[in-house]
């Protein structure tokens, strides 16, 4: 599974409203998301993470202890 940075969204794809559309992968790395922002499906996310308002995910996300969203 690939990881990514932080560095790596801001490359990625984004939908009609904006928001950027993150691939399947590994976002451990990343502790802090934007507002607005969707992943898609069987996306990971490690402990102590945050997203903003107006997140949306995809089937089969999970996530680590003490994530806030």
């Known amino acids: 599974m690939k990881v990514y940075t932080i560095d790596d969204l801001e490359n990625f794809e984004r939908d009609d409203s904006g928001r950027v559309i993150c691939p399947t992968g590994d976002y451990t790395q990343i502790k802090v998301f934007s507002e607005r922002c969707s992943f898609g499906e069987r996306c990971r996310f490690g402990e102590h993470c945050s997203f ?18």
């Open 52 to 69: 903003g308002e107006w997140c949306s995910f995809g089937k089969s996300c999970s996530f680590g202890k003490d994530c806030g969203f």
